[in-house]
């Protein structure tokens, strides 16, 4: 077997230690980083410059509860609504008597040996404040009442950062943008989003770099795919979303080392840029050369809701599978229904789908209330691992992050598209006559290898139930992982 960072132990797809290194490293896949110098036998000390204040969940616990009434349960996990009310103040004229306290000294936010103890009542003051604003903005768009909402940004874009120290200014900031784009929108009467490919692909590599989010949905889904096509010697795989295909040579470097040889591995990629996906081509079927694996590429430059089924045939003998790392970078399926029905057709052997655990449908106060949650959940996680100047974090959160929250609040929303979105594809898949397959053990040992890769003090975690694997920050889930199959034709 050849070095690298992938070997097969027991029907696994499983990470070797790190300080084995890749025999193939073709230009454009660089080798996957570990995380080598956080110690994994203890915790990482929260240093100055990280973000040690509050944490943004807890002041969501405080402020959110009468919002998250708006907004039910998701995928059969409900948002915690037994918070404390106090602090919530939903009249616009109570809310332009206030006046916004001062933003603390970064000196004093940092958790340096200087802090006092009013520093930090301050500090969270001060936090509570921006949360709460945001949410009475929210209120204010939800019921058109735009003027007021404008007055509102404009003083969160003088309160909030996103260099702040402060883990609750940095998403606040990111949130107020987004929802100035959506009122500016709402005014203008269109929005057209540019898609900056390139620069969000360096964000998705800096994203799998510094945080297990990544790697968990690449190589759980990996795993089912490998166990889903064992033995079978021509493979067709479909990736809906194939960005720059950074998933894929974990999987080629497994099938190159058969003990029966490799298959013949077809791949249909599809994504919005033909540019891109030829450049991926390029890519993978180098990759696969220096392997000695028959490999085959098609680029399909259509959203999955837009593509012909006569598009994407199917040969005789081929083994199909599907696999989908749903985001909310921008729209990458097009209309559901179309999709689902591409899947029908397909009747693939297994279909490997990575969630998100938030609602994206919706009115926009749902829409807003399951996505704060979500993100800060987000924010605090990264602000646990790397410092507030990180080069690598500021590129996630501006990069990948802003522009999320920016598709769900700006543009997001069946009522501003057009078209009607599934509210769980795990459900939908389930009234169409797909059957789940349970996440076998060795994708449980798979995510748990991933997790050992990051400090238990930086509060990653693993749940497992009813069939699926999910990787969460302490108690709140962030993606689920699941693997389908089209129930067999009498």
Not at 323 to 341: C, E, F, I, K, S
Not at 379 to 392: A, E, K
Not at 403 to 410: D, F, G, K, V, W
Not at 434 to 449: D, K
Request: some cysteine.
């Amino acid at each position: 077997m050849m070095k690298g960072d992938f070997e097969v132990v027991n029907g696994a797809l499983n990470l070797v230690q790190p300080s084995e290194t890749w025999d193939y490293t073709p230009a454009g896949f660089p080798v996957p980083h570990h995380i080598s110098n956080l110690p994994s036998t203890t915790a990482r000390p929260v240093l100055d410059g990280h973000c040690t204040n509050t944490n943004l969940s807890d002041f969501m616990e405080q402020v959110a509860s009468p919002f998250s009434e708006a907004s039910p349960s998701t995928n059969g996990f409900p948002m915690d609504t037994s918070l404390p009310t106090d602090n919530i103040t939903t009249s616009p004229d109570e809310y332009r008597s206030r006046k916004a306290p001062r933003r603390v000294h970064e000196s004093a936010a940092c958790g340096g040996e200087s802090r006092s103890s009013k520093s930090l009542a301050e500090r969270d003051e001060h936090g509570l404040n921006m949360i709460t604003i945001l949410l009475e903005c929210a209120v204010a768009i939800s019921t058109e009442n735009l003027p007021q909402a404008n007055r509102m940004l404009l003083e969160l874009t003088q309160m909030a950062s996103p260099y702040s120290p402060s883990c609750a200014e940095r998403v606040v900031a990111y949130f107020t943008k987004a929802m100035t784009s959506r009122v500016m929108n709402s005014w203008l009467g269109f929005c057209s989003p540019l898609v900056p490919h390139r620069s969000i692909l360096s964000a998705f590599q800096a994203y799998n770099n510094i945080s297990p989010f990544i790697k968990f949905a690449h190589f759980t889904a990996n795993q089912a795919i490998l166990e889903a096509l064992h033995q079978k010697e021509r493979v067709h795989i479909i990736d809906l979303d194939i960005m720059q295909g950074l998933q894929w040579p974990a999987l080629f470097h497994i099938l190159a080392t058969r003990a029966d040889g490799p298959p013949h591995v077809r791949m249909t990629g599809l994504g919005t840029s033909m540019a891109m996906l030829e450049e991926t081509g390029r890519q993978l079927s180098n990759f696969a050369r220096r392997l000695g694996m028959s490999f085959e590429f098609h680029p399909i430059a259509e959203r999955a809701g837009d593509v012909d089924p006569s598009m994407v045939p199917s040969q005789r003998g081929e083994a199909v599978a599907v696999h989908w790392l749903q985001h909310t970078l921008y729209d990458a399926t097009g209309p559901d229904r179309n999709t689902m029905r591409l899947l029908e057709l397909l009747a693939p052997r297994v279909i490997t789908l990575v969630e998100q655990e938030m609602a994206h449908t919706g009115s926009f106060l749902d829409r807003f209330v399951e996505s704060l949650h979500y993100y800060s959940a987000i924010f605090d996680s990264l602000g646990m691992s790397l410092p507030f100047d990180n080069p690598s974090r500021h590129r996630v959160e501006h990069g990948l992050l802003s522009r999320e929250i920016n598709n769900i609040l700006a543009i997001g929303g069946p009522a501003r598209s057009g078209e009607e979105k599934f509210v769980s594809w795990r459900m939908e898949l389930a009234c169409r006559g797909f059957v789940q397959m349970p996440m076998s053990g060795n994708s449980m040992a798979q995510a748990q290898l991933i997790l050992n890769m990051f400090p238990p003090s930086l509060g990653y975690t693993i749940f497992q139930g009813d069939g699926t694997l999910r990787l969460g920050w302490k108690d709140t889930r962030l993606y689920t992982a699941s693997a389908w199959t089209a129930r067999p034709t009498r």
